[in-house]
């Protein structure tokens, strides 16, 4: 699937049918802004905007990990990256596009690789971009009229501040082509994840380094900024077809980038690590412990409690184990991110112990759904059937919305009466439970079925047998 990251002047991605705003959480923080799904001419494609919607994120703070992270736990595997820059060769005047294929990286204080302590990679980058990838788009433009200038090298400085004259002289001494503040670490990172990468650079002005410079305004650069825009996007619409239905793909160099490069042994990379690089560097890290046994290890079985016949399952175990609620939540953001999350609601009173850290560690926010009389304010409510009589469940009016994809948590899933009626609840204010999350279940009670009754995903991490 190929995602599309817009630069500046590119903040959508006009023509794309079935529209989807969607989060999709990044263990390396939070990408840049939402995800766009969509189609465009029968073909997938997900779009990034740079520095979000509006433009609110200056280059140094773009999170590139999150970003790319997010693109590649969204499926994405080939990378279209468009961005703004001035020009450092008088054969490039502003409105030129520019396919780059090499880099100078200028940068200072990013996060630039995803390895690090506990597992180290050394990733070969002499040629950072996908030529696979890069004669792709150049065809597209070539077929669709719009005039390229095939390969540059990009000076990626840190910014937001412009250069100094004597630094563009020097930068044009270095042979570089083109400059900007947005393409590294990006283009590296995409080549850590295994990800074909390309890049449209468009040339808005000429650095300081020309006579002509204090001439431009800042009108003269906004209306070559939209022309530059209208173009690329164009050029990214016709090229989605052809990189789509490329057989030769899969034989790609780029998606083998990491063969041989890790040095530290399996036996030695830390499990924390290897959980965060799960969507990134799945294809060769070593196989993990299967989920649930080390989650089940931390749970205590007390027989006939509160009565006699039942098997009462003690979580306070796994919370006083001091790596449990972290294993407990680190288990659940995998699935939220994999499905885009953007609600937690959890459960009284014991989902609360892992709905709040759950959100915390995804960046959402956590609705609590209570017994009657526990919530201040308007309310909406639930009534379910119990064995001997009826029970309700609430939360707050307005708490959740139409376009909210929710993940419904508890520690506990036996009969389901609860979890069902909370689900029927939350559907009712117009948001979609994507999926519910427990970690417990007793499939013997059937409560996990009676959810997947209702067309939900259930997730438990681990299971006991009996009741």
Not at 24 to 35: I, Q, T
Not at 38 to 44: I, N, Q, S, T, V
Not at 144 to 152: D, K, L, Y
Request: some cysteine; proline content about 6%.
């Amino acid at each position: 699937m190929i995602g599309i990251i817009g630069g500046s002047g590119v903040y959508d991605l006009p023509g794309l049918q079935n529209r989807l705003w969607r989060r999709v959480g990044s263990p390396f923080g939070s990408p840049s802004d939402e995800l766009l799904f969509g189609d465009l001419a029968g073909d997938p494609v997900v779009f990034l905007p740079r520095h979000g919607r509006g433009h609110a994120m200056p280059p140094s703070a773009v999170n590139y990990r999150a970003n790319i992270d997010a693109l590649k736990r969204a499926g994405v595997t080939d990378i279209i990256a468009v961005s703004s820059v001035g020009s450092l060769r008088e054969e490039l005047p502003p409105g030129t596009l520019v396919l780059v294929d090499q880099y100078i990286d200028r940068t200072q204080g990013r996060e630039k690789s995803f390895f690090g302590p506990g597992c180290v990679a050394h990733v070969s980058l002499a040629r950072p971009t996908c030529d696979r990838l890069s004669t792709l788009v150049a065809a597209a433009a070539q077929s669709s009229g719009i005039s390229m200038v095939r390969g540059g090298t990009y000076l990626a400085m840190e910014g937001p501040q412009f250069s100094t004259r004597a630094e563009s002289e020097m930068y044009r001494s270095l042979q570089c082509d083109v400059i900007g503040m947005t393409n590294m670490p990006e283009a590296r990172l995409a080549r850590e994840a295994e990800m074909c990468y390309a890049s449209i650079a468009m040339v808005t002005d000429y650095d300081c380094w020309h006579p002509d410079h204090d001439a431009v305004t800042v009108e003269m650069i906004i209306n070559t900024v939209r022309q530059n825009s209208a173009r690329a996007q164009q050029l990214v619409s016709c090229a989605i077809g052809p990189v789509s239905g490329d057989a030769s793909a899969r034989d790609c160099g780029c998606r083998h980038a990491l063969d041989n490069a890790f040095l530290t042994r399996p036996e030695h990379m830390r499990s924390d690590v290897l959980e965060r690089l799960d969507a990134v560097a799945r294809r060769v890290l070593p196989p993990r412990a299967p989920a649930g046994e080390d989650i089940r290890a931390l749970i205590r079985t007390i027989p006939d409690f509160p009565k006699p016949g039942i098997q009462f399952r003690d979580i306070m175990p796994l919370l006083e184990d001091p790596s449990g609620l972290d294993l407990v939540t680190k288990r659940l953001a995998e699935v939220c991110r994999e499905i885009g999350i953007t609600k937690i609601a959890a459960i009284e009173a014991r989902g609360f112990l892992f709905g709040a850290p759950l959100a915390r560690e995804l960046g959402v926010g956590m609705v609590a759904l209570r017994k009657p009389g526990k919530l201040p304010g308007k309310t909406m409510s639930q009534s379910y059937q119990l064995e001997y009589g009826v029970d309700s469940i609430e939360l707050h009016h307005g708490a959740m919305r139409a376009g909210d994809r929710v993940f419904l948590v508890d520690d506990l899933i036996a009969t389901g009466g609860t979890a069902t009626a909370a689900l029927q609840l939350i559907r009712r204010t117009g948001a979609d439970v994507a999926a519910c999350g427990f970690v417990i279940d007793l499939p013997d009670l059937g409560g996990a079925e009676k959810l997947r009754a209702e067309g939900v995903k259930v997730f438990a991490l681990c299971q006991f047998d009996g009741h």
